[in-house]
């Protein structure tokens, strides 16, 4: 019991001596461990801008300059989640780096917090934050791009002059001047399109010029899409326009005349020519028909409506037509008013078709002997004449000629019937014989005959000529065969005559 007094004294005393000691102590310093004030930022937020594609550890600020900590303690930094997709930071030297390139285009801001810490061990609540607004600037590295490419656009060759074709679009991902896109023609030949203008800031093509879809079916344009950056980056792309073919050129032929020479006396049925016509419009291209419209006054010829196939209706006969000039017309099935025409001309070609005539089937003769009619060489008739209706020289040429005679004789080409023997010494005083005409230069060598009647008429009668039709008329083209002979013979005689009559006289005188 002693003992545990003397303990509880003890305890008392040392107790008394730790109070006594403790007022020499400052309150302050006390209290300065006992409350450590957390770091702060003289600056928020902080805003940083850089442009894109800047290298990844690229430093983009000094974070440890904006904290602060009143009692000096170390500083450690960091990023919250979303800082840390896009930089780094160091933990005690507070630098704040890229941590990947930047791409405005995938994303142009970041906002994001940097969170400091004193080294601090006995307080709480320590961090202090920091807001963080990171902007991406752009840089022009993204071209133009063209959408629902190649256009293709069908266009009427009707279309009015400045009319809107169509749109050409095309989109840039930079932002600024770097996104603003003005469009031009990038032809091989540095020439743009006499038929299209192109707006430069819209892109809008228009149409300039008259389209002729018979002289041109399409165009392809290279249109190039250019933005405003520095350098420039530009995309090129194709519009392809169709013409569209409107009703409004007429039937054209393909051939601008006929002309054609067939044979008299074809066949009804037989082909003369076919003519043949296309739609001016060739996208179109019409149904053509056919008809002859002037020329076959008498309905010698037929068309046919569909193939232009002209043939023969009638009977060709080249002695009544020589020629044919046909008017053929081809006008569109559904639209008669547009048409075109063109001459068929047809020449007939002569046929050996027709045989020698003789103008008359009997010739009649008389001679008077009193008058000298009977003597020999002498020319009993010039129209004994035969025809031949073929109008080329190959068949309608005619020889003439009879059975051998001992006292007529008729001339080969002239038709003329002589005398060539004395009848004035024959008791015969009828004759009888034919005269021929027979085609001399055809294959054929058609012949036709007619009958000669000599009357010798021993009275005092002029030679009579009776025709084919009974009538009696006074021979024509009578004369001497041998009048030239004779003459000369007579001249000749008389010369002689006077010259031996001078000398006889000369010779009396002397």
């Known amino acids: 019991m002693h003992k545990l007094f003397i303990l509880l004294i003890l305890i008392a005393i040392a107790t008394s001596l730790v109070e006594g000691r403790r007022p020499r102590i400052p309150r302050r310093k006390r209290q300065h461990h006992d409350h450590n004030y957390k770091p702060s930022f003289i600056k928020s937020p902080l805003i940083l801008e850089r442009h894109e594609n800047t290298k990844e550890g690229f430093l983009l600020d000094d974070i440890s300059q904006y904290a602060k900590d009143d009692e000096g303690d170390q500083l450690l930094y960091k990023l919250d989640v979303a800082g840390e997709e896009i930089c780094t930071i160091g933990l005690t030297d507070g630098k704040l780096r890229l941590k990947i390139r930047p791409d405005r285009e995938q994303k142009e801001e970041y906002r994001f917090q940097v969170i400091v810490s004193d080294s601090f061990e006995g307080g709480y609540d320590r961090e202090a934050f ?14 133009p791009i063209f959408k629902n490419t190649p256009y ?15 749109r050409i679009f095309a989109s840039d991902k930079d932002a600024g001047r770097n996104k603003d896109i003005r469009y031009v023609f990038r032809n091989k030949n540095g020439e743009d399109p006499e ?22 079916t399409s165009y392809t344009l290279e249109v190039m899409a250019m933005d405003s950056g520095s350098p420039a980056l530009s995309e090129q792309t194709k519009v392809v326009i169709n013409v569209i ?67 023969v209706k009638g009977v060709l006969d080249r002695e009544y037509y020589p020629k044919f000039t046909l008017q053929i017309e081809a006008y569109e099935a559904d639209n008669v008013d547009s048409y075109a025409r063109i001459n068929l001309n047809i020449k007939l070609k002569d046929e050996n078709d027709n045989r020698p005539k003789f103008e008359n089937d009997h010739y009649s003769f008389e001679l008077d002997e009193d008058k000298n009619e009977i003597s020999p060489d002498r020319i009993i008739s010039r129209d004994i004449k035969a025809y031949d209706d073929d109008v080329t020289w190959k068949n309608n040429f005619i020889t003439y ?36 005409a027979t085609e001399r230069e055809t294959s054929e060598r058609y012949t036709d005959k007619t009958e000669i009647d000599i009357h010798l008429n021993r009275s005092k009668r002029r030679p009579k000529v009776i025709n ?38 000369l010779r009396t005188q002397l």
């Open 195 to 216: 038929e299209f203008e192109l707006v430069p800031n819209t892109g809008e093509l228009k149409l300039r010029a008259p389209l002729n879809y018979e002289k041109k």
């Open 401 to 436: 000629w009879m059975d051998e005679n001992e006292y007529f004789e008729i001339l080969s080409e002239a038709g003329t019937l002589i005398q060539k023997g004395d009848l004035r010494r024959q008791d015969k005083d009828h004759f009888k014989f034919f005269v021929y």
């Open 152 to 166: 293709h656009v069908d266009v009427s060759e009707a279309t009015s002059i400045g009319k809107t074709l169509i």
């Open 245 to 311: 073919d409107v009703d409004d050129m007429k039937p054209f032929f393909v051939l601008h005349q006929h002309n054609k020479e067939i044979r008299e006396n074809q066949p009804i049925g037989s082909q003369v020519a076919i003519v043949s016509a296309r739609d001016g419009d060739k996208g179109i291209n019409a149904e053509i028909s056919y008809a002859i419209v002037a020329g076959d006054e008498y309905g010698l010829f037929k068309i046919d409506r569909k193939t232009g196939n002209v043939t």
């Open 468 to 505: 084919g039709y009974g009538e009696i008329s006074g021979a024509s083209g009578g004369g001497t065969y041998s009048n030239a002979r004779r003459d000369y013979v007579n001249k000749y005689l008389f010369t002689v005559v006077l010259f031996l009559c001078t000398l006889f006289a």
């Open 130 to 143: 920091l807001d963080v607004y990171l902007y991406i600037l752009d840089e022009n590295d993204n071209k």
